[in-house]
């Protein structure tokens, strides 16, 4: 069974930055594309940043130009680099793996991280 932890958060004052941290128990080149999700309380889980096998990105109005996904593959590892952080980017964050093979999609779900923002 695939397993994803995340690392990293913790409470930043605004402006501050983190850097999440994925680590999958296999190789990440399996992963057809890789995500970083948020769930705020009492709001829908959303969709932050992904990142496909080949290396494209996609992100987030809300965090574009602030936020920066990343893959190091020799370590099975995805990255979320938080920049110029804000009180509305407090969440849990999430990282999520999807693996689609003989036409069925698998995904794959770490138990997330909080990340707190605030002065």
């Known amino acids: 069974q695939v397993q994803l932890v995340e690392s990293g958060g913790g409470l930043v004052q605004p402006g501050g930055s983190l850097r999440l941290s994925c680590a999958a128990s296999?190789?990440?080149?399996?992963?057809?594309?890789m995500y970083w999700y948020r769930q705020a309380p009492g709001k829908q889980r959303e969709l932050v940043a992904a990142?496909?096998?080949?290396?494209?990105?996609n992100y987030a109005d809300s965090v574009k130009g602030r936020f920066t996904i990343s893959r190091e593959n020799t370590k099975n590892a995805v990255y979320l680099q938080m920049n110029s952080l804000k009180p509305e980017d407090t969440a849990a964050y999430y990282c999520?793996?999807?693996?689609?093979?003989?036409?069925?999609?698998?995904?794959?779900w770490g138990q997330g991280t909080q990340v707190t923002v605030s002065s």
């Open positions: 999520k793996a999807v693996r689609i093979r003989d036409l069925k999609t698998h995904d794959y």
């Open positions: 296999e190789s990440i080149f399996s992963f057809n594309v």
């Open positions: 990142i496909g096998s080949g290396g494209s990105t």
